[in-house]
T-cell receptor, first 112, second 112 residues
Framework: DAGVTQSPTHLIKTRGQQVTLRCSPKSGHDTVSWYQQALGQGPQFIFQYYEEEERQRGNFPDRFSGHQFPNYSSELNVNALWLGDSALYLC???????????FGPGTRLLVL | DQQVKQNSPSLSVQEGRISILNCDYTNSMFDYFLWYKKYPAEGPTFLISISSIKDKNEDGRFTVFLNKSAKHLSLHIVPSQPGDSAVYFCAASKGQGGKLIFGQGTELSVKP
């Protein structure tokens, strides 16, 4: 039973560029949440997708956008990258919006 | 405004002894609490959760206690093992499956 997978594992971009991160949820899960974890901090909620719609959003600017596909996989897009966007981006999946969230290994993004 | 706080950045315990990790929250609307363990270069791994209708939940060596009046929860690990060495995050949400608000984490070191 495959857990949550994310790609790529690492990514280096320069300021102003755009990036797309991908997530496949755990088998049977239909809800995907994205978090940003800066060094030495706890993960911070970006947004959550359920039934291909953004259900909840955290305190992140519109540069951060997402999408959920019919197979429940999801993408996180960040436009106009800043140095401060350098972080570990975590995807979590759950069954419906009433269950515990399980995390993937994350994508480490470095913005130069 | 940090709604979930872990005031101890680190904790060192001898193998076989009890590890107690603490977490405080400020938002009385939180009704579901979780603990995650994180190794370097991996995503957080779900450990144990508790609903606000309970004050204790056990799973093997792990027990979570919730004191709603004090807005405080703790994770007890008995007996502690060297493999428990990791960063532990507490998280809270309004309802299961909602956005998780994380603490800053406590790094546990279990010495042989």
């Amino acid at each position: 039973d495959a857990g949550v997978t994310q790609s790529p594992t690492h990514l280096i971009k320069t300021r102003g560029q755009q990036v797309t991160l991908r997530c496949s949820p755990k088998s049977g899960h239909d809800t995907v949440s994205w978090y940003q974890q800066a060094l030495g901090q706890g993960p911070q909620f970006i947004f959550q997708y359920y039934e291909e719609e953004e259900r909840q959003r955290g305190n992140f600017p519109d540069r951060f956008s997402g999408h959920q596909f019919p197979n429940y996989s999801s993408e996180l897009n960040v436009n106009a990258l800043w140095l401060g966007d350098s972080a570990l981006y975590l995807c979590a999946s759950s069954l419906a919006v009433r269950e515990t969230q399980y995390f993937g290994p994350g994508t480490r993004l470095l913005v130069l | 405004d940090q709604q979930v706080k872990q005031n101890s950045p680190s904790l060192s315990v001898q193998e076989g002894r009890i590890s107690i990790l603490n977490c405080d929250y400020t938002n009385s609307m939180f009704d579901y609490f979780l603990w995650y363990k994180k190794y370097p270069a991996e995503g957080p791994t779900f450990l144990i959760s508790i609903s606000s209708i309970k004050d204790k939940n056990e799973d093997g060596r792990f027990t979570v206690f919730l004191n709603k009046s004090a807005k405080h929860l703790s994770l007890h690990i008995v007996p502690s093992q060297p493999g428990d060495s990791a960063v532990y995050f507490c998280a809270a949400s309004k309802g299961q499956g909602g956005k998780l608000i994380f603490g800053q984490g406590t790094e546990l070191s279990v010495k042989p």
